[in-house]
């Protein structure tokens, strides 16, 4: 999701254009790159939904196949109703109006709603195998207790039938957006929650993200046929028209969301990707023609965004990809992304490029976003800044350079909580924000300042090839790393993550001796690294020396000559080594000389 922070950052589809081919997308492999005993449950939708454009409400049908491929035996289920987030009272709405930094989005909107303006999903019949089963609506969750237990590997079925009202647009989904967008309907349809090694993840929608089951989907959406539809899924042939209304088919394989947005004055267009998937994009024919002309232009920019995040994080594995006029910003979900469409062509650029490269690092290997957030959004962050700076000819020397800058703000604010705080429980949005936007994209480059940056390619390549549809948790990249560069990296995860402590290293002072220098270190921060060293002699010359963090068991590999001194153990708060000259001979000595260390403090970096 491409969020503004406070200091940094500032389906449709015209049927004669759509493409009906399934792509087969490999499911996960217990057996593949994973441990022993690895498994996580499935779940195929099958959807008839009936639209009233007029009121805004509409009918839904849904069958649901659930397989337990857990060792457990559940005797409840759960699902997400987050329409129901929509309401005056709600978590949602009382959690925006008494943070001390509300989402400028939402603020007390929720509040104000009347009724035909709020959301909701309402269950108007639940069956397991053909009979009733208990359920109860709490908020935006639907618990049900089961008739008969579903023991491991069972397949059971569940029928729905219900009813719903799309919100007037405040966060994410609904209705008339501030671009007149009529409908961006995301988080739309009784979602079953995920249920893993940790058990139910059936947590309330106050704000944050979202965790889902992987399956196929099946959607039959009937609308007025004067609408253009865009999103998930592949449209079927042989839509129907009746009454002023068409039924349109999708089957989406192997996602774990299903979203759409529709609206009567979409332009539709599309690009192919070498190689590549279909490209499809909506945007309003209201906008003036300098915007459209951007959205234009946007387009071979996004090939050329596909393109590189396919190589260097692993192949897009479905065969379509939207970029859709619609939503509160920008936003990503299974083929497709809503952003608000009346921007720069730079900001168009920069938000599409946010949201595709969350395709990978969300919608293939799908961590926990209500956990791990940094995970999602700092990777995404981290890749995204170098895509734009290679398709967008930024010539940046740093791409990285304000997420930086964000943590250390952070850090030295007093408002910063560890990266393992729930993303609903931060105290303030702006802390939630550049902890998992810039603090999670510094994790990712000053990684590789660790391990150097060709073991931070391989890492990443391969933390995606192993990882791609398992639900990666934060051990998992900190492993590819470890494989891919033979060193312990337990340290890093756990102070980087775990921890607020933060890294401060000095150059304490330089005595000489028979000239020979002695030069003191001196760690001031409780987070432990290795130390990449310059000296520069008076002479012009200089000199490179790298000193291994004992706890790493190891050394990154060199990329220029340097001197590798002795380990240093963390315990240890001073660190001395000679030079064999004179001191009068040394122009300068800095620490970490490129920046890569993510020091919050760096006046005394240099001596």
């Known amino acids: 999701m491409k969020l503004k922070l406070f200091i940094l950052l500032g389906l449709s589809v015209l049927l004669s254009c759509n493409s009906s081919k399934r792509t087969v997308v490999s499911a996960p492999d217990s057996s ?29 049908k849904q069958t649901i ?67 009733p089963v208990s359920n109860e609506t709490v908020g935006t969750v639907l618990e049900v207790k089961l008739n008969s237990p579903i023991k491991p590997g069972e397949k059971v079925t569940f029928d729905m039938e219900f009813d719903a009202q799309v919100p007037l647009q405040i966060r994410r989904s609904g209705r008339d957006n501030k671009e007149g967008v009529a409908l961006s309907m995301t988080q739309w349809y009784p979602k079953l929650a995920e249920y893993d090694f940790e058990g139910w993840h059936a947590d309330p929608y106050i704000g944050r993200e979202f965790h889902g089951v992987w399956g196929d989907f099946n959607v039959k959406l009937t609308i007025d046929e004067d609408y253009v539809v865009g999103g998930t899924g592949y449209l079927q042939p042989g839509s129907e028209i009746k009454n002023g209304k068409k039924t349109l088919h999708y089957k989406a394989p ?5 979203t759409w947005a529709a609206d009567p004055d979409y332009i539709h267009d599309t690009m192919q990707v070498p190689d590549g998937p279909l490209l499809h994009f909506y945007y309003k024919n209201t906008l003036d023609d300098e915007k ?66 969350h395709t990978w690092f969300q919608f293939v290997l799908a961590t926990n976003e209500a956990k791990h957030e940094w995970m999602d959004e700092g990777f995404t962050s981290y890749i995204s800044s170098l895509a734009m700076n290679e398709v967008m000819s930024q010539n940046k020397v740093f791409p990285h350079e304000n997420s930086y800058k964000g943590y250390v703000y952070l850090a030295k604010s007093g408002k910063e909580q560890p990266q ?64 891919v560069s033979g060193l312990e990296l337990d340290w890093y995860l756990t102070d980087w993550t775990q921890t607020t402590n933060t890294i401060d290293y000095g150059v304490k002072e330089i005595v000489e001796n028979n000239n020979i220098s002695s030069v003191t270190l001196e760690r001031i921060g409780l ?24 706890i790493m068991r190891g050394e990154k590999p060199g990329t220029s000559p340097r001197t590798v001194l002795n380990d240093w153990a963390w315990a240890y708060p001073t660190y001395t080594f000679s030079i064999n000259r004179p001191k009068s001979d040394i122009k300068s000595i800095t620490i970490d000389p490129k920046g890569l260390m993510a020091d919050i403090n760096k006046d005394n970096n240099k001596l």
């Open 254 to 258: 192997n996602v774990h969301d299903f």
């Open 65 to 131: 196949v659930y397989t337990n491929n857990s060792p457990d035996t559940l005797d409840n289920v759960f699902y997400h109703l987050y329409f129901n987030a929509f309401q005056p009272g709600s978590e949602m709405d009382v959690r925006s109006r008494t943070i001390a930094d509300p989402d400028a989005r939402v603020k007390d909107r929720i509040s104000k709603l009347r009724p035909n303006e709020i959301g909701y999903i309402k269950v108007n019949s639940l069956k397991q195998n053909g009979q």
């Open 292 to 357: 459209k002309g951007f959205w234009k232009e946007l387009q071979p920019k996004t090939v050329e965004l596909m393109q590189y995040f396919s190589e260097h994080i692993g192949k897009y594995p479905y065969e379509q990809y939207s970029v859709i006029q619609g939503g509160d910003g920008g936003m990503e979900y299974a083929m497709c992304t809503l952003i608000t469409g009346n921007r720069s062509f730079g900001s168009l650029v920069g938000v599409t490029s946010h949201e595709l490269a």
């Open 32 to 60: 593949d790159n994973n441990p022993s005993g690895y498994w996580q449950q499935h779940v195929d939708y099958t959807m008839e939904i009936d639209f009233d454009v007029k009121t805004s409400q509409y009918k839904g």
């Open 527 to 550: 987070m432990p690294m290795p130390i990449d060293l310059e000296v520069e002699f008076n002479d012009g010359t200089s000199q490179l020396f790298y000193i291994p963090l004992q």
């Open 420 to 483: 393992s705080t729930h993303a609903d429980r931060y105290e303030f949005n702006q802390a939630y924000g550049i902890s998992a936007y810039s603090k999670g994209a510094v994790f990712l480059s000053q990684l590789g300042y660790i391990i150097g940056e060709e073991n931070l390619r391989k890492t990443i390549k391969r933390y995606y090839k192993d990882y791609a549809f398992k639900h990666p948790v934060p051990n998992d990249i900190k492993r590819s790393a470890e494989k």
